[in-house]
């Protein structure tokens, strides 16, 4: 499922913007923050009851700043590309209205829609806080068959519909979007150190399909994908950019059901995660964001190669390339030597991802 169009009106810097992005997209310019902003803020909308209003309630800068100057509401539309062949694209449109009382704002409209460029099938609908839905059909639809009754909640005005309104994210024909919505992530700097969530938190022997937020679940999700050749393979061309000595990763127990990770060498020494470089606990966090068993479907990237050397520039573009393979990469902060990278990286491909600069 991709993302396939993001409008946004009268929010932080943007007073009036689409975006239509490829398979990895290159966004410069002041306002490439506020519109990945505004992306994860609709991911927000589908991840549990209160996570969109606890996000946008914090919402820097502070009200009434959230808005364009001179706006009185912000609009966001979204198009997302079905899950699977032949289904419909599903639109999510939204409107957060200005107000002087309470936290600052009011959710005024939402609407989400089935559609492609003939049809248009409207599955909800909110005005102020009453919304109205139409379930899908149970069973098999045959001749004569009465469509399902239309349902009635009332919303508050800090709360999405996906969150406050379980059986309108479950229904079967909003949940398969709705699930890789909600797994759109943005990924800062990650700080590599000693200090860092990396190697501070303690991991357990299981799997994580996909990295944290802070990078905490570093060690499991290297564990996960380290099993998988096509998917470890970009992860150790960069370590061996960083020491030719490098011959791959293991996981030494720690304890009854602790794990590490460590650097093996060709002549038999281990360099465990305590013991590793900042650069190399950094390009592994790029590995386990791009190249996890399940990455995040939209990955949005802010200065993707801070924290390493020029030398494994190459190696992250390749890796970048290889990820838009599978999802939708967004960067932000890009230094003229990536971009250029980039360029080398797509170039001479017919086929394939498709590699865009936009300037916002």
Request: aromatic content about 8%.
């Amino acid at each position: 499922m991709k993302l396939r169009r993001l409008d946004v009106e009268g929010f932080r810097s943007i007073e009036r913007l689409s975006w239509s992005p490829g398979d990895i997209t290159v966004l410069t310019g002041a306002r490439a923050g506020d519109l990945c902003a505004a992306a994860l803020h609709i991911s927000n909308t589908a991840r549990g009851w209160s996570s969109f209003s606890e996000a946008f309630s914090v919402e820097p800068p502070h009200p009434p700043e959230r808005f364009t100057d001179g706006y009185a509401e912000t609009r966001w539309f979204a198009r997302l590309g079905p899950p699977e062949e032949g289904a419909l694209d599903l639109g999510y449109e939204a409107i957060i209205e200005r107000i002087e009382q309470g936290q600052g704002w009011a959710i005024v409209y939402e609407r989400f829609t089935l559609e492609d460029d003939f049809e248009l099938k409207e599955m909800l609908e909110r005005q102020g806080s009453r919304a109205v839905f139409t379930p899908a059909h149970k069973g098999p639809v045959l001749a004569g068959t009465r469509p399902p009754k239309e349902q009635v909640a009332t919303l508050a005005d800090d709360l999405t519909a996906l969150g406050a309104l379980p059986a309108f994210y479950n229904d079967k024909r909003v949940q398969p979007y709705t699930e890789r919505l909600a797994g759109w992530r943005r990924h800062g700097r990650i700080d590599p150190s000693a200090e860092g969530a990396p190697r501070r938190f303690e991991a357990e022997r299981v799997f994580h399909d996909r990295l944290s937020e802070d990078g905490r679940n570093l060690v499991n999700a290297l564990y996960s994908l380290w099993d998988f050749e096509a998917l470890r393979t970009p992860v150790l061309a960069g370590l061996r950019a960083l020491d030719p000595t490098v011959t791959g990763l293991t996981f030494p127990l720690v304890g009854e059901q602790g794990l590490t990770v460590a650097l093996s060498h060709d002549d038999g020494r281990a360099t465990e995660l305590a013991a590793m470089s900042d650069e190399a606990v950094s390009w592994l966090l790029r590995g386990a964001m791009l190249c996890a068993v399940s990455p995040a479907p939209l990955l949005v990237l802010d200065a993707a190669e801070d924290g390493l050397p020029e030398g494994l520039i190459a190696p992250l573009a390749a890796m970048l390339r290889a990820a838009s393979e599978r999802v939708q990469v967004v960067l932000t902060g890009v230094s003229e030597a990536l971009d250029a990278a980039l360029t080398e990286a797509f170039a001479g491909a017919s086929e394939g991802p498709r590699l865009v600069r936009l300037e916002v």
